[in-house]
């Protein structure tokens, strides 16, 4: 089964920048790969997904300030993450499939970030 390591989570101030980014052990992010979050007693949500077809989708409390990407060559998907507010703080998880057929199954362990206000 194919693996997923998030990093680059960290402690930021509002209004600063954080890129993530999934390593896959495989071959998988051409077929969509998506960035989930959780904070503290909450549900985890969907916060941007990208499909086999480059199209892209965010969650509205996210949209204009994130972006969803993915460099198939080195298996690597990225958050890019800019003004940054107080309420984006959570767990972030990085979530893909292992084929087309299947179902988004494959989760990383999560990275956390937490901005400042």
């Known amino acids: 089964q194919v693996q997923l390591v998030e990093s680059g989570g960290g402690l930021v101030q509002a209004g600063g920048s954080l890129r993530l980014s999934c390593a896959a052990s495989?071959?998988?992010?051409?077929?969509?790969v998506r960035w989930y979050r959780q904070a503290p007693g909450q549900q985890r949500e969907l916060v941007a997904s990208?499909?086999?077809?480059?199209?892209?989708d965010y969650a509205d409390s996210v949209k204009g300030r994130f972006t969803i990407s993915r460099d198939n060559a080195r298996n690597t998907a990225y958050l890019q993450m800019n003004s940054l507010k107080s309420e984006d703080t959570g767990v972030y998880y990085c979530?893909?499939?292992?084929?087309?057929?299947?179902?988004?199954?494959?989760w990383g362990q999560g990275t956390q970030v937490t901005v400042s206000s």
């Open positions: 979530n893909a499939r292992q084929a087309v057929w299947s179902e988004y199954i494959l």
């Open positions: 990208i499909t086999s077809s480059g199209s892209t």
């Open positions: 495989g071959s998988i992010f051409s077929i969509g």
